[in-house]
């Protein structure tokens, strides 16, 4: 049978992400691809599920047929153990967000960071990166300030309100990168790191639609310092309009967005989207306020 022959059935594990864009976004690229594609939230909120029921779901969406699985917050770091197979850049982020059932077995990948990497280069041209300053160490933050090293930044302070998550994470990330710095820093550090920094990356959900806010004082920010943010609902966060207004470049979520849903489709499908076709329907779905 021929890949466009057949049906995939998919679904999202993750806290309050009945909301999330990442389905329809998937499902219209697959329209567009002629392909019998279903993509359904799974949210533990609604279910009244842990986030430590992530490997009983996958199991229950094996046996219910589905194909695959992405994994959002908080279960990118939790998953791992239910797998059979990860990727060798997976198990160095620590997080896995693509799940793709296969035989019976569980084949993690990470697209957050080749997603946040793509979205860089594209938002971000030139911007300078050799010292950023990272807020959140959890799977997304993991997989983005796996990126960072990976694309040139030689220190990188990684500040999470978890010390020992700190900790652990920059000891990990030093190993992998031992060109590098990586430091952890606490949130009371904040201030007086941001002189030091070319630009600032926000890996925490503080800024999403359910968790309003910012992760620090955006009046310390200058108009030198570029400033990025994973969220993309809202895509314009309030650290972002703030960086705007004092004059930063900035590189909304939305970039992240559609760089991992790219890499995880074709992962899903073996079929390479048009990247850009599924960028234009995020923005068209949050101009609509979907």
Not at 60 to 77: M, V
Not at 230 to 244: Q, S
Request: negative net charge.
């Amino acid at each position: 049978m021929s890949t466009t022959a057949q049906s995939f059935l998919v679904g999202l594990i993750g806290d309050g992400i009945t909301v999330s864009l990442t389905p329809p976004m998937h499902e219209q690229e697959a329209d567009a691809q002629n392909l019998r594609y279903l993509y359904r939230p799974i949210d533990l909120t609604v279910l009244g599920r842990r986030a430590e029921d992530v490997g009983e779901l996958l199991r229950a969406g094996a046996d219910l047929g589905f194909n695959a699985f992405n994994i959002t917050h908080p279960c990118k770091q939790l998953v791992i153990e239910h797998l059979d197979e990860i990727s060798p850049n997976a198990r160095d982020i620590g997080a896995v967000n693509t799940v793709v059932i296969k035989d019976g077995k569980f084949h993690g990948y990470n697209t957050d960071a080749s997603g946040f990497a793509r979205g860089f280069a594209q938002g971000l041209p030139g911007a300078k990166q050799d010292t950023v300053l990272q807020l959140g160490a959890g799977g997304a933050g993991s997989a983005v300030a796996y990126a960072l090293l990976n694309s040139g930044t030689t220190t990188l302070y990684l500040v999470d309100p978890d010390a020992e998550r700190a900790a652990a994470r920059a000891a990990e990330l030093q190993r992998l990168f031992a060109q590098a710095q990586v430091i952890a820093a606490s949130p009371d550090q904040v201030p007086q790191l941001l002189p030091q920094v070319d630009g600032v990356l926000n890996a925490t959900p503080i800024g999403m639609f359910n968790h309003p806010g910012t992760p620090f004082d955006t009046s310390l920010l200058e108009a030198r310092h570029w400033v990025s943010d994973c969220i993309y609902r809202p895509v314009d966060t309030e650290l972002i309009i703030a960086a705007r207004q004092r004059g930063c470049r900035v590189l909304d979520g939305g970039h992240m967005a559609v760089g991992q849903a790219v890499d995880a489709f074709e992962i899903f499908t073996g079929i390479k989207p048009d990247a850009a076709r599924m960028r234009a329907h995020l923005l068209e779905m949050l101009e609509k306020g979907l």
